[in-house]
């Protein structure tokens, strides 16, 4: 009852409110306002999402509805009159719910004028989580740092043998992409990204703890490449002297844990 009497008063006023009012999960759509251009935000709620879509439309503009830039079945443009004969031009269009990162986008067709009028409206639901691009730089641990190596045996000849590698840590540049709460100074996320030098690509992901949400500290897991034995040999293998230690040994891609360091960008690196 509240809902008609709140949409009667808007005609009678001769559409004096805005383009879009929104209320007490209620979307009403003003198809005769002169903004041409309109965006808003509402806020996620994980509890009723769900908004009826109402469009006060007296001359009966093109009305059509985008939900994540595809349309929806139940938004089309037929409407259904559910209100009396004195408000005719009230018109309920449908339902949307709104979850997290949805736009809905209002495209109304104005031919009124001497010159038709295309008005666009949208509406997006604001979350405190957010994505960040961040660059730094990731530190990989080896957890195994075994390879092979070619040794000389009492007998003269040469065998496979088995031997630590000094290098038990790799620096690499790196691109993230951190999913976190920024309602707080200091927030956890998620983290995912990619390295590179000049020599491999790896993948990274985590957990990842903002400060400021400019500076973020990161750790878990990271795919690249290390030296490790080649299968095509063993232990104790008798050689030929040409078979060197490049040869005893190869790339392969292995799981490593990672810390980094990196800093929120101004703009992706990735767009032009």
Avoid: C
């Avoid at 008005?119 to 957010?130: A, E, F, G, P, S």
């Avoid at 020599?199 to 949400?213: D, K, L, M, P, Q």
């Amino acid at each position: 009852m509240k809902t008609k009497i709140l949409l009667l008063f808007l005609i009678w006023s001769k559409f004096t409110f805005g383009q879009i009012m929104i209320e007490e999960k209620k979307i009403i759509i003003n198809a005769n306002s002169d903004v041409k251009s309109f965006e808003t935000f509402i806020e996620f709620s994980k509890n009723n999402n769900e908004y009826m879509i109402y469009a006060i439309n007296p001359n009966n503009y093109s009305i059509s509805l985008n939900k994540d830039a595809a349309i929806l079945p139940v938004l089309q443009t037929e409407m259904t009159i559910v209100e009396s004969a004195k408000s005719d031009n009230i018109y309920k269009i449908g339902q949307i719910t709104f979850k997290r990162n949805t736009e809905l986008t209002i495209t109304i067709n104005d031919t009124g004028g001497n010159k038709p009028v295309e008005k666009v409206y949208k509406i997006k639901t604001q979350t405190d989580w957010r994505w960040a691009t961040t660059f730094g730089v990731n530190t990989i641990f080896y957890t195994n740092r075994e390879k092979f190596a070619s040794q000389k045996a009492d007998d003269g000849t040469q065998k496979v043998t088995q031997v630590q590698s000094n290098k038990f840590m790799e620096l690499m540049p790196a691109l993230m992409f951190s999913f976190m709460d920024y309602q707080n100074t200091f927030s956890y996320g998620f983290t995912a990204g990619l390295g590179m030098n000049f020599e491999e690509i790896a993948a990274f992901t985590g957990v990842s703890f903002g400060i400021g949400h400019n500076f973020i500290l990161t750790g878990g897991v990271g795919v690249h490449k290390q030296t490790r034995p080649n299968t095509n040999y063993f232990i104790g293998q008798t050689i030929d002297s040409s078979i060197t230690n490049d040869n005893l040994n190869e790339s392969q891609y292995r799981v490593n844990p990672f810390i980094g360091i990196s800093l929120r960008l101004d703009k992706n690196l990735l767009k032009k």
